[in-house]
């Protein structure tokens, strides 16, 4: 038995220090007025939120969007909650709020038949309802929106579409698409995954005004002077399942013609978990850096 507890001890000291650092999740939901639902989300909460040495500071928020096929809960099931307390106690990530919303297969958007209104509902409801709950800063330079692959589409489309709202925007394998609504039309007809799953949202067929409107590639062009004040940095996988690589080359020379700074990394790997939180850290530095 004293030996049982000479072994057990070290193992709770070390995952004491590990929750400590890493804070608290806050998983809740809301009812949406606009979306006549129930919407989950998670908030990861830093260490020092409950700590009570600062009862009166208010926060920095990170809004974080999942991709197709996850949830709010997507951190945790991936891993990236652990690498976020490793990098808090390695003091390589300042204090913010993580704040992930349940979106299911909406791109983010408001969809093109008007019946699911995402974009509204975050702007709209969401986003005063965190602010109003959580001790968070309400100026933009306390506010970024980051995402992996349809969320990294959303994230790019919500900063591109409101840069007054936002400091800083980062995408990992972000679901832009160069394919023409012509192209799309034809892939929804051949029966294609990712064509069926766009028609529900953008229209079969394809609504061109809507799915422009929501484009991050014309956005660029459109609202340059408002994107050059973002912070942005978005990498994708040169193998990617999808070709995803495309889409985010042609942003990158989009933004580099218009003379819009960002970061912006093709690096090994395909459109999976495992690339996703080889290059979390990285993205999550890159928040930490702009909110500073």
């Known amino acids: 038995m004293r030996l049982f507890l000479r072994f057990l001890l070290p193992l709770i000291l070390l995952?004491?220090?590990r929750a400590l650092a890493q804070g608290r999740v806050d998983c809740n939901a809301l009812n949406s007025r606009i979306l006549s639902e129930v919407v989950h989300y998670c908030a990861l909460l830093p260490e020092s939120y409950d700590s009570g040495k600062e009862?009166?500071?208010?926060?920095?928020?990170?809004?974080?969007l999942h991709g197709l096929g996850e949830n709010e809960q997507m951190l945790f099931r991936t891993g990236g909650w652990t690498l976020i307390g490793d990098l808090r106690q390695q003091r390589k990530l300042g204090d913010f709020l993580?704040?992930?919303p349940e979106a299911k297969r909406t791109f983010y958007v408001n969809s093109a038949d008007g019946k699911v209104r995402y974009s509204d509902f975050f702007l709209r409801e969401f986003i005063p309802y965190i602010e109003a709950r959580y001790r968070v800063r309400h100026d933009r330079g306390a506010r970024a929106i980051g995402g992996i692959s349809?969320?990294?589409y959303g994230a790019l489309r919500f900063a591109f579409s409101h840069p007054e709202l936002f400091v800083a925007v980062s995408a990992q394998s972000a679901a832009l698409i160069t394919d023409s609504p012509q192209e799309l039309n034809r892939g929804m007809r051949s029966g294609t995954p990712?064509?069926?799953v766009l028609g529900k949202v953008f229209?079969?067929?394809?609504?061109?005004?809507?799915w422009r409107e929501n484009d991050p590639l014309v956005l660029a062009r459109k609202n340059k002077t408002g994107i050059s004040k973002l912070a942005i940095y978005f990498n994708c996988g040169r193998e990617d399942d999808y070709g995803f690589e495309?889409?985010?080359?042609?942003?990158?020379?989009?933004l580099e013609s218009e003379g819009i700074r960002h970061e912006f990394h093709l690096y090994p790997g395909n459109h999976d978990a495992i690339y996703f939180l080889a290059h979390l850290e990285e993205q999550l530095e890159f928040h930490g850096r702009a909110f500073r």
């Not at 495309?246 to 989009?254: I, Q």
């Open 15 to 17: 995952f004491s220090t």
């Open 55 to 64: 009862p009166a500071r208010h926060y920095a928020v990170l809004y974080f």
């Open 98 to 100: 993580i704040v992930t």
């Open 150 to 152: 349809m969320g990294g």
């Open 194 to 196: 990712l064509s069926s």
């Open 203 to 210: 229209g079969d067929p394809i609504n061109v005004p809507n």
């Open 246 to 254: 495309t889409g985010a080359l042609a942003l990158h020379k989009e």
